[in-house]
């Protein structure tokens, strides 16, 4: 069984983060690891408190798993300080296997996920990663770019790993679809799905970037793994259960059984 690590942030609500990823990478038929950057206190409804992980220990977590699996490949979510970055930099540095990035920034009910000056020492991480999936917000705070707008392409296109913009939604004649972007270099790629008029999408971020790693680690291409994952999304959005009170979670069991099909 292949062996996964989500370096992450734990969300009480278990819709979210390390929580996500783990139902993430179950749901895919690998074996899920993880290393914890911050706690929070956190519902459906918000962010209420956020509890940072020393430095040194989230270290010592990246140390413990690697020296005794073989991980194959890596998933990185909230990493919310300059400090826990650069100790999660040094960590993966002198690793040769997938690395997912997803540049949290801020959660889908609002909360600020990333302390304002970390943001520079984020994008060291770019070196490492085998594709960096922002949203459109942090697509445009790490790089300037705006769906539509050609003249932010140029800083986008000149990043020396994989982009994928996530879910920009797009009105067609046959219906909306839920659109991601892929960049690299001067190519693109677009993936879509329908798209699902829900308010049930509480980690869907974390969830799709776990996806894509636990897709990688099975062999799949970055492009295989990115339309599994996007299915896997869309399958997981369908049957959500209807809980909590403000951006209810998605279904991650009943999402990756429509996937294995």
Do not use: W
Request: with cysteine.
């Amino acid at each position: 069984m292949k062996v996964v690590l989500t370096i992450a942030g734990s969300d009480s609500s278990g819709g979210a983060g390390i929580q996500a990823d783990l139902k993430t990478f179950e749901a895919f038929g690998v074996f899920g690891t993880s290393v914890i950057t911050v706690l929070t206190a956190q519902n459906t409804q918000g962010v209420r408190d956020i509890y940072e992980v020393s430095p040194e220990f989230v270290k010592a977590q990246i140390k413990a798993v690697l020296e005794d699996f073989d991980v194959a490949a890596i998933k990185i979510g909230m990493l919310y300080s300059k400090a826990i970055i650069v100790a999660v930099r040094e960590a993966i540095a002198p690793l040769g296997i997938p690395i997912v990035f997803d540049p949290v920034f801020i959660s889908k009910a609002g909360s600020p996920l990333l302390q304002s000056d970390a943001v520079e020492e984020m994008k060291t991480l770019l070196a490492y990663a085998s594709v960096v999936t922002p949203n459109a917000y942090e697509a445009k705070e790490l790089f300037g770019y705006t769906f539509g707008d050609s003249f932010s392409l140029e800083q986008i296109q000149n990043q020396k790993c994989p982009i994928l913009v996530k879910h920009h939604v797009l009105e067609l004649p046959t219906g909306a679809v839920s659109v991601d972007q892929l960049f690299f270099g001067h190519e693109k790629r677009i993936f879509q799905t329908p798209f699902i008029q829900t308010n049930n999408t509480h980690g869907t971020g974390c969830s799709f970037s776990s996806a894509i790693a636990a897709a990688l680690a099975s062999g799949d291409s970055l492009h295989e793994a990115i339309m599994r994952a996007k299915n896997f999304i869309n399958a997981a959005l369908l049957h959500a259960p209807n809980i909590g009170h403000g951006r209810g979670p998605i279904h991650h069991k009943l999402g990756g059984e429509e996937v294995s099909k």
